[in-house]
């Protein structure tokens, strides 16, 4: 029986063949996530976000905690500044807690809470778009967190640039000093001597987790404790699926993980590369972007990973429900659900008005939630007697515990995937190709 905080992976639209191969796989699933746990693999120096929760975790979040309450300033919303992991996880966290249409200063009902609009520079190099953000923030009062190890990362250290100017500008340099935090190198790079210098907060980067998994660390903590959510909730969740993992407590965790790393490694030797993951909730956009990038950066190394890419259900299904359908088949799809996605706030039926002027007399009464789980079900099932082998991961719902739960479990699942593929899943030399031709084009000096 499932249990009301599991999360469950549906394999029954899973390919026969595909389903074997998984099973198959097993031993060497164990073996892969042995090595992990012992620190034995490539890449080992990344590992030290595995049982973070529990070594630093929860002290961190006391400390972040003491550190935003006790603030000499009010603020009504929180700017992010970062790229990748800088910046995503803490944007998945985000958008599946917070009210879509929420804007600064507005009072937020959600467990006693009262959240804070956060928004995210740095990710990109568009001009409109910070011009925008710097028109939006010209009558609010932000916090700004700004994150990267190095400090030297282009996107966002044009962003703070500009950022940083501007708070100076606006509140003068002894009210920038609260306003401004950096999370960064705990000893070097720029943006650790820079806060050093004009005297910001500063909380770090551990050097030995990268970016796609630092989201329980001070890069994922502090934004999140700034926009108003129980972080204790959040690394104390994760912490038990740590726990299961390395054997510390009994739990449901582990067989998720080794099994998702299992049937994706069967479908990769079953001649697939690409994963499409499928959400219905708008909101968990970010989620399934952190997973591209989980799965992206630590995957695709040595012509080898599945490529993932995503489809939001029902809005996609207009466009690229097409070629899921019929064209080629190189592909699996992993649908990303949970059982209860609303809000203890949140129902909408469809109106009984008695008429059927739009057809939709059928449909009277009806939870907009019930028909778009039925959507769900009809793609998947559409899909899969289509050709395209369907998993589903099946989330109890979209609370603070349970993102933190499968955040932790996919941390997990990734890597034993990549160890599995003979490659090491915790580096990401290809990332460095454009940043090269960018330098040489813009004539960054030579070090």
Known sequence: MTQHNEIVLDRSDYSASLNSAADSLRADAEKALKRLLNKDCPGSEFTGWIDWPKNHGIKLANEIITWRDQLKVSYDCVVVIGIGGSYLGTRAVVDLLTPEFLDSGDSQKTSNQKIKKVLFAGHNMSETSLSDLLGYLEHRKPMICVVSKSGTTTEPGVAFRVLNEWCRKKF????????????????????????????????????????????????????????????????????????????????????????????????????KIIEVVTYPEPRMRNLVEWFKQLFGESDGKNNKGLFPGSLECTMDLHSMGQYLQEGSRTMIETFMTARNPRRKDQRIAVPKTGSNIDELLYLEGKGIDDINAIAVKA?????????????????????????????????????????????????????????????????????
Not at 238 to 246: C, H, K, P, R, T
């Open 379 to 447: 793609t998947k099932k559409a899909h899969s007697e289509g050709g395209v082998p369907a998993l589903e991961i099946s989330l109890p719902d979209l609370e603070i515990t349970t993102i933190a739960r499968l955040f932790a479990a996919l941390q997990i699942s990734c890597p034993v995937g990549g160890l599995m593929m003979g490659i090491n899943p915790f580096d990401q030399p290809g990332v460095e190709a454009y940043k090269k031709n960018m330098f040489a084009m813009l004539g960054k000096p030579a070090k």
């Open 172 to 271: 003068g340099h002894v009210e920038s000093t609260q306003r401004i935090v950096a999370i960064t190198d705990p000893k070097q790079g720029a943006l650790r001597k820079f806060a050093n210098d004009q005297s910001y907060k500063a909380f770090d980067i551990p050097s030995d987790v990268g970016g796609r998994y630092s989201v329980f660390t001070a890069v994922g903590l502090v934004p999140i404790a700034l926009a108003g959510f129980n972080i204790h909730d959040f690394v104390s969740a994760a912490d038990e699926v740590f726990a299961n993992a390395l054997g510390r407590t009994k739990g449901p965790h582990l067989n998720f993980i080794l099994e998702y790393a299992q049937c994706r490694q069967a479908a990769w030797r079953a001649g």
